[in-house]
């Protein structure tokens, strides 16, 4: 702890919360979080990637769910009353 009972954010590992004193390097990441070894520091940038994949993921799905569509538009254009669609052959 530091003085007058304060913890300053360099006195333990921000994963494990294992203590930083003496001479051992810390191991910083995104400038101001520290961790005692390079194992807890990859297992927090490893848990950051996964939550931005899944924010991303979650805010991607509320733009395209809340997008309008019609039916004509995902199955393509109308011609005689049938669909045509992309990749299709019609034979006359």
């Known amino acids: ?3 007058g009972g304060h913890t300053h954010f360099l006195d333990a590992c921000f994963l494990c919360r294992k203590r930083l004193a003496g001479n051992r390097d810390i191991f910083m990441y995104r400038g101001d979080t520290p961790f005692c070894s390079e194992e807890c520091r990859r297992e927090q940038m490893e848990a950051d990637a996964a939550a931005e994949r899944t924010e991303k993921a979650r ?3 509320k733009l395209t769910r809340g997008a309008p569509s019609s039916r004509r538009e995902v199955e393509g254009p109308q011609e005689r009353g049938n669909s045509v669609r992309a990749g299709s052959i019609l034979a006359l």
């Open 1 to 3: 702890m530091g003085r």
């Open 59 to 61: 805010r991607a799905g």
